[in-house]
C-alpha cells in the first residue's frame, strides 16, 4: 500500500529520477503494469487539469505578475514559431520535456481549449513515461542485483535530466 502512495506522489510531480526509482521498485515486486500505467494516466491528468485551472485563474486575477507574463512570453514564443498544426506538435513536446502543472499553465495562455490541450500534453507525458519505462525494463534485464540497478536507475536518470536541461536552455532560451 505504501508504494501505491508513493507512486501516486512520483506521478504528481513527475520528477525523473525518484519516478525511476518508484517504478523499479514497483516492477521488481511484481506489481501490475497496467494499473501502474492507468495510475499514471489518472495522477498525469489530474494535474494538467489543475495546471490549466491555475493558469486560468492567475490570467484574471493577476494579470500583470512577472511569472504570468513570463508564461505568456513562453506561450506567444510557440504561437509564433508554429501555426496550428505545430502549437500541437509543440504542446506534445512540451508534455514531454516539462512538468505537467506547468504544462497546463502554459496550455491556458495558448487559444487552444482545455478539451485540445489537455489530451495533447498527456500524450506528451506519455511519451516520457514511455522512456522512463525502458530506462527501468533496460536496467532491471541488465543488471540482475537489485541494489546495482538501482544505483544504474538513478545515474540514467541523472543523465536525462541533464540532457533534458541542456535541450530546454538551446530551445527555450531567450535568444
Not at 540514467?156 to 541533464?162: E, H, P, T
Request: a positive charge; glycine letters at 10%.
Amino acid at each position: 500500500m505504501r508504494l501505491w502512495l508513493a507512486l501516486v506522489g512520483v506521478f504528481l510531480l513527475q520528477e525523473t529520477v525518484s519516478t525511476n526509482a518508484a517504478l523499479y521498485s514497483a516492477y521488481s515486486l511484481g506489481y501490475n503494469p497496467w494499473l501502474i500505467f492507468i495510475l499514471f494516466l489518472c495522477m498525469t491528468g489530474v494535474d494538467t487539469l489543475m495546471g490549466y485551472g491555475i493558469g486560468v485563474w492567475l490570467q484574471h486575477s493577476f494579470s500583470h505578475m512577472r511569472f504570468i507574463e513570463k508564461v505568456r512570453s513562453v506561450a506567444s514564443r510557440i504561437e509564433q514559431a508554429t501555426g496550428r498544426a505545430g502549437r500541437r506538435l509543440s504542446l506534445i513536446l512540451l508534455g514531454a520535456i516539462a512538468f505537467p502543472h506547468f504544462n497546463g499553465l502554459v496550455a491556458s495562455t495558448l487559444p487552444l481549449s482545455a478539451y485540445e490541450s489537455i489530451p495533447l500534453l498527456c500524450l506528451g507525458d506519455l511519451l516520457w513515461f514511455g522512456a522512463e519505462w525502458l530506462v527501468v525494463i533496460g536496467v532491471h534485464t541488465f543488471i540482475p542485483n537489485p541494489v546495482e540497478a538501482l544505483v544504474g536507475i538513478l545515474l540514467v536518470s541523472v543523465v536525462l535530466i541533464v540532457g533534458g536541461r541542456m535541450l530546454v536552455q538551446r530551445f527555450f532560451s531567450g535568444s
